[in-house]
T-cell receptor, first 113, second 113 residues
Framework: SQTIHQWPATLVQPVGSPLSLECTVE??????LYWYRQAAGRGLQLLFY??????ISSEVPQNLSASRPQDRQFILSSKKLLLSDSGFYLC????????????FGPGTRLTVL | KQEVTQIPAALSVPEGENLVLNCSFT??????LQWFRQDPGKGLTSLLL?????REQTSGRLNASLDKSSGRSTLYIAASQPGDSATYLC????????????FGKGTLLTVNP
């Protein structure tokens, strides 16, 4: 069966510090991978998606970037965090066709102070 | 641009009551619709997936319907229990090669013992 992992679970970082959140998927190959952010009162917002290694698409302009160095690894990064980067970050995966479910990881709670 | 709306934003019911959560979307050109459950501070758990060609899906006490032409879906929960208390999210999959999900802001359900 497939499993999706995210770490860390929680993170408190000062403004201006770098960020690296990691997501890995087990039990599948060539998944579509997604990063979402959930902010209070705003719902889930898709940040990045990837259909293959090295292929990253950004949905919204922001202070963040994403990379996919391996087939089942997806990394969310920032060089300098802003207060507005605080939120709950969720990684998700789905098989590479549009008719399947999307599955979510446990999330990372990021607080920028 | 796809937009998803969920009504009501919050719902409080006594245990044992049957209830309906509503979801509407603006663009009927969807692949499928997915209902999720989110417990506080946790990731999303997929409840039901309805393909665009289907009218409904059932899992235990849950029944989801889809009327694609009118852009509406409902999630029916029978004989509600306190353990059903959570936020319920509706998401539609549409568009291009990224098969992205567009989420509503959710309905916060509280089932009182």
């Amino acid at each position: 069966s497939q499993t999706i992992h995210q770490w860390p679970a929680t993170l408190v970082q000062p403004v201006g510090s770098p960020l690296s959140l990691e997501c890995t998927v087990e039990g599948t190959s060539n998944p579509n991978l997604y990063w979402y952010r959930q902010a209070a009162g705003r719902g889930l917002q898709l940040l990045f998606y990837s259909v293959g290694i090295g292929q990253i698409s950004s949905e919204v302009p922001q202070n963040l970037s994403a990379s996919r160095p391996q087939d089942r690894q997806f990394i969310l990064s920032s060089k300098k965090l802003l207060l507005s980067d605080s939120g709950f970050y969720l990684c998700a995966w789905s098989p590479g066709n549009p008719y399947n479910e999307q599955f979510f990881g446990p999330g990372t709670r990021l607080t920028v102070l | 641009k796809q937009e998803v709306t969920q009504i009501p934003a919050a719902l409080s019911v006594p245990e044992g009551e049957n209830l309906v959560l509503n979801c509407s979307f603006t663009d009927s050109a969807i692949y499928n619709l997915q209902w999720f459950r989110q417990d506080p501070g946790k990731g999303l758990t997929s409840l039901l997936l309805i393909q665009s060609s289907q009218r409904e899906q059932t899992s235990g006490r849950l029944n989801a319907s889809l009327d694609k032409s009118s852009g509406r879906s409902t999630l029916y929960i029978a004989a509600s229990q306190p353990g059903d208390s959570a936020t319920y999210l509706c998401a539609v999959k549409s568009g291009g090669s990224n098969y992205k999900l567009t989420f509503g802001k959710g309905t916060l359900l509280t089932v009182n013992p």
